[in-house]
């Protein structure tokens, strides 16, 4: 069965600092891999995406992520945070039925 | 600009009642999904549908009904049998396909009076 395992249910950084959100996923075939970010009180806006080719991925703010087939994983990250990336990250997989599979999050707090 | 508009922002319902959560899209997407989101839970498949007058049953389907009538709509009712409606709902549309992001909207906030 698909899944998703986010390990880190909050981290905290300080501005400036580089970030790496981890996320596992589970999923028999090619997984189609996102990351989207939530703000409080709003719906979720697409990071990212992984298909196939290159597995290290640009997205949207700087952000970046790197499949790792033999890990089983796509971790996010961001060479330097700031204080408006403090908000809930999700990851998520999808499947050829058109289904996502979404991780249960990590909320991000950045520090001045 | 093309987008998913979901509303009312904020939603109140009493005990025994039925309430409707709206939800268009003019992106031209076939799929549309429904979502319920709880703290520390993630995001949580009620139902989807992927054509007009179809629709599939998600993970906690119970207490929840749809229809999708037209391409650019597909309300969610939340019933009275639901006896934990209270959450975060969230809209989404995509085109039909595995590769393809879901786009959402800003997500409709119920509460129990």
């Known amino acids: 069965a698909q899944s998703v395992t986010q390990p880190d249910i909050h981290i905290t950084v300080s501005e400036g600092a580089s970030l790496e959100l981890r996320c596992n996923y589970s999923?028999?075939?090619?997984?189609?891999l996102f990351w989207y970010v939530q703000s409080p009180g709003q719906g979720l806006q697409l990071l990212l995406k992984?298909?196939?080719?290159?597995?290290l991925v640009q997205g949207i703010k700087g952000f970046e992520a790197e499949f790792k087939r033999s890990q089983s994983s796509f971790n996010l990250r961001k060479p330097s945070v700031h204080w408006s990336d403090a908000a809930e990250y999700f990851c998520?997989?999808?499947?050829?039925?058109?289904?996502?599979?979404f991780g249960t999050g990590t909320s991000l707090t950045v520090i001045p | 600009d093309g987008g998913i508009t979901q509303s009312p922002k904020y939603l109140f319902r009493k005990e025994g009642q039925n309430v409707t959560l709206s939800c268009e899209q003019n992106?031209?997407?076939?799929?549309m999904y429904w979502y319920r989101q709880d703290p520390g839970q993630g995001l949580r498949l009620i139902y989807y549908?992927?054509?007009?007058?179809?629709?599939q049953k998600g993970d906690i389907a119970e207490g929840y009904s749809v229809s999708r009538e037209k391409k650019e709509s597909f309300p969610l009712t939340v019933t009275s049998a639901q006896k934990n409606p209270t959450a975060f709902y969230l809209c989404?549309?995509?085109?039909?396909?595995?590769?393809?992001?879901?786009?959402f909207g800003d997500g409709t906030r119920l509460s129990i009076l």
């Open positions: 992106l031209n997407h076939d799929a």
């Open positions: 999923y028999g075939a090619t997984p189609y």
């Open positions: 549908s992927q054509i007009v007058n179809d629709f």
């Open positions: 992984y298909f196939s080719g290159d597995t």
């Open positions: 998520a997989v999808g499947s050829s039925g058109n289904q996502f599979y």
């Open positions: 989404a549309s995509s085109m039909v396909g595995g590769r393809q992001p879901q786009h």
